[in-house]
């Protein structure tokens, strides 16, 4: 396989990730991440998760807390490594979302790491996010 179509699939994969956020979807994500103690997840201002349980109840509780989020993602940065198995995507979401009928947007950098699996499935192993200070917007209709 070619490295441009492995980035094409890790980016297909990226890409599902943030649909299955913007679909509050727990059934997605658990499709998506490697059930397995040693996968990290860190929200934004929150604590470290280590382990797929401790994962899947973050989302569990951002998604019974959440009435809308979109994302518009934009300069991502795809590197594959480990005889292409591991893949790392960096990339900016710009993110609109409610709280109490209120329209939010945020910039959060990103940082997810996916490995490919036996079935030749890329799993997400590393989740970690950080809020952008002094964020503007993007320019971009959606």
Known sequence: MQDDEIVDEV????????????????EMMDRLWKHDDNVVCIHPGWDL??????IRESWVTIFSNTE???????????????NNN????????N????????VI?????????????????WLLIHHHGSS???YIPPNISS
């Open 11 to 26: 980016n297909k994969v990226n890409t599902e990730f943030y649909h299955a956020f913007e679909s509050l979807s727990v």
């Open 49 to 54: 998760f280590n382990g797929w349980l401790a």
């Open 68 to 82: 809308m989020i979109r994302f518009i993602i934009t300069n991502t940065k795809v590197r594959i490594f480990d």
């Open 86 to 93: 591991i893949a790392v995507v960096v990339c900016l979401e």
């Open 95 to 102: 993110i609109e979302t409610s709280a109490s009928g209120q």
């Open 105 to 121: 947007k945020i910039g959060v950098i990103a940082t997810n790491i996916f490995e490919r699996n036996e079935l030749n499935q």
């Open 132 to 134: 952008v200070t002094n």
